[in-house]
């Protein structure tokens, strides 16, 4: 009797669950797994955007329209310079900052305010933030001539291919380096003192806890701020699209993303734009996996 009472309420339990649980599948289903099955279906037909006719059928026309597109693989360059120059240098000064700031205790939280500030910020607010600071009179122009000791140069942030692509960094750098600090401050705080003291006892010294005890522990920590961090980085598009609006050059900061929309939008190939977005969500998600089966996350214990 009692088993029948039991399942009978284990039942009612995992019809309430899914009651709680169907309004974030629909809203998935509808702004996410629809669009990639959509774009994924759009990626084999001719269609224009503006036109009212019915996509046209033509297989992997537009894959190997694609794959043998001088622009494509400018736009892959133009992912992987930026994708590398930013996240390398996040997760490791993110690491560094998070460390540093756990280790105070007076000031660790004013700190933790003024490195995430940034983060609460749009991305096209932070650009337009550092368009201003990035013009010809704007304040970096004014750092770098002080730091070096000279005066009235130009560096050219948003009119050099080379610089324009490195100003880019900056932004993505200041707007979620404190978001991934807090991040690591967070796992840094889930390990036990103990470990810590036992450490200092047997003699270790700073460097020898870190890199014997806080990296290892601090993986599963470090897999997700990693993967958070590529994907970001892989999907920048706002910062990229507005320096090019203000007159920046294209060709060395037109990140895949940015040839979707162009594609799109400005020449209304919808089938051409899936084709990339297609490649582009079977790149991160290839990353990802690859991230989690290297790391194994889930091995690590206190």
Known sequence: MRSKVKSGLERKLARWGWYFVLPAIVFFSV??????????YMSFHRKNMISLLRPVFIGLDNYITI???????????????FTVGTFVPLVVISLILASLIAAQSKWARFWQLIYYSPAVLSSAVAALIWMIIFQPTGLANQVVNTLLLREGVDMRWLSSGVMVRFSTMIVYFWKYIGYFTILF????????QGIYESARVDGAGRLQTFFKITLPLLKPTTVMVSVMAMLQCLKTFSTQYLFIQ??????????????????????YNVGRASVMSILLFLTMLILTVVQFRVSRSDDTSY
């Open 246 to 267: 203000s007159g920046a050059p294209r060709a060395s900061i037109d990140v895949i993303t940015l040839n979707i929309y162009y594609t799109a939008m400005r020449e």
């Open 31 to 40: 702004f996410s797994f629809y669009p990639i099955l959509n774009a994924f």
């Open 185 to 192: 401050i967070t796992g840094l705080s889930k390990i036990p």
């Open 67 to 81: 794959l043998g597109s001088p622009g494509f693989w400018n736009s892959v360059r133009a992912t992987l310079s």
